[in-house]
């Protein structure tokens, strides 16, 4: 494959509350144009059932989930169906699909990592090529198998003021540092998925809307303190976490507003001790994310930061879509036999292909 292609990706995150769908177009080194992105809510029992799995890693692991393997699958291949028809694209103008799938589980450290998703399955389906299994050969090479986003990042930044930190505050954090040809990237530590379990047990709701009940309550300094003792933050990078790497342990007990309030902080404090591991300090944080859309996160990272923070929409990036995009631009990146890391964001020996390839089944 060569020259510029109309690609789409998708992504759905640790969150588990919906499927990001972007088009764009690409050769996978530039992006010449952003196309549609949406966002389909997950059916609220398979956001249910998935939530049960993931909070249980020895069932991940030994468990058959064929069922909910299929009923990802199944939802994932109709939310594209739904983008092609509602933006009017023919699915002959798509090149590639890229499936990045529904991570259960993540441990880098067996090399290990758990995506659901069927891409054989989603390309007869569709009558598209579907590639997925981005981590897998980053992951056998020794490489942690995420970050993925950086090279994206970089494509998407090249004419921004170096050095520069591109923020992701999903349901973990991760941070990509651009500067010159340099690129370091690794996972900061939790960022929504704690404080979202939290609201979820003491609300009902699925996020702190506007961060409003984190701005009522009061840091709990003790809690804080135990949350940050953790030998993750002192660990090297290339490094990369799985959702349920940490314990609430340390806030049980809190007010739901002060234990909102110390998770905030903790998400903060998590991104301002990523600077120990920084070659200098970047001139500027552009944020995606669910975290972007909290304004009690983003005043805390400011002044934690002490540079300027701003959502990546600043600079004309879309972040509702921006993970989905990734997973285009890399899907096109695999087919032309492009690296999709290098061993400064993962930590793999050398810069990684990867993603398998399922062809589709083309009419006579």
């Not at 992105?37 to 909070?55: F, I, K, M, N």
């Not at 500067?179 to 609201?199: C, E, K, L, R």
């Not at 994310?289 to 002490?306: D, S, V, Y």
Request: charged residues 20%; glycine residues 10%.
């Amino acid at each position: 494959m060569s020259g510029i292609v109309t690609a789409l990706g998708l992504m759905s995150g640790t969150s588990m509350d919906g499927i990001d769908v972007a088009v764009i177009d690409t050769d996978g080194e530039h992006v010449a144009a952003f196309g549609p992105s949406a966002t389909y809510p997950y059916p609220d029992d398979l956001s249910a059932a998935l939530r049960v799995v993931v909070a249980d890693a020895k069932r991940v692991e030994s468990d058959n989930h064929a069922e909910l393997d299929r009923r990802v699958t199944d939802a994932q291949t109709r939310a594209v169906e739904r983008l092609l028809e509602g933006a009017g694209i023919d699915r002959s103008k798509i090149a590639v699909v890229g499936f990045h799938g529904q991570t259960i589980l993540h441990r880098p450290e067996r090399r290990a990592t758990y995506q659901l998703g069927n891409g054989a399955a989603m390309a007869e389906r569709l009558g598209i090529d579907v590639v997925n299994r981005f981590r897998d050969a980053d992951l056998a090479a020794g490489g942690q198998g995420a970050p993925l986003a950086p090279l994206y990042h970089r494509a998407l930044a090249r004419d921004l003021e170096r050095p520069l930190a591109v923020l992701n505050l999903g349901g973990v954090g991760n941070v990509t540092y651009l500067d010159g040809d340099t690129v370091i990237a690794f996972d900061t530590g939790p960022a929504n998925a704690m404080i979202d379990d939290w609201m979820l047990k003491h609300s009902g709701r699925a996020y702190d809307a506007d961060g409003r009940l984190a701005a009522s309550g009061t840091v709990d300094r003790a809690a804080l303190a135990r949350l940050m003792d953790h030998p993750y933050f002192a660990k090297k990078p290339p490094k990369s976490l799985d959702r349920n790497d940490f314990s609430a342990t340390p806030v049980q007990g809190l007010a739901p507003a002060d234990g909102a309030a110390t998770l905030v902080a903790f998400t903060v404090e998590t991104v301002r001790r990523s600077l120990d591991h920084l070659p200098a300090r970047p001139k500027r944080w552009l944020v995606t994310g669910g975290g972007r859309l909290n304004p009690t996160i983003m005043t805390a990272l400011a002044e934690a930061l002490k540079a300027p923070v701003a959502p990546v929409e600043a600079v004309g990036w879309q972040g509702d879509a921006l993970e989905a995009q990734c997973f285009a631009f890399l899907a096109v990146r695999s087919l032309r036999g492009l690296n999709l890391s290098v061993p400064t964001t993962t930590g793999a020996p050398r810069p990684m292909t990867g993603g398998v390839l399922h062809r589709a089944l083309k009419a006579a």
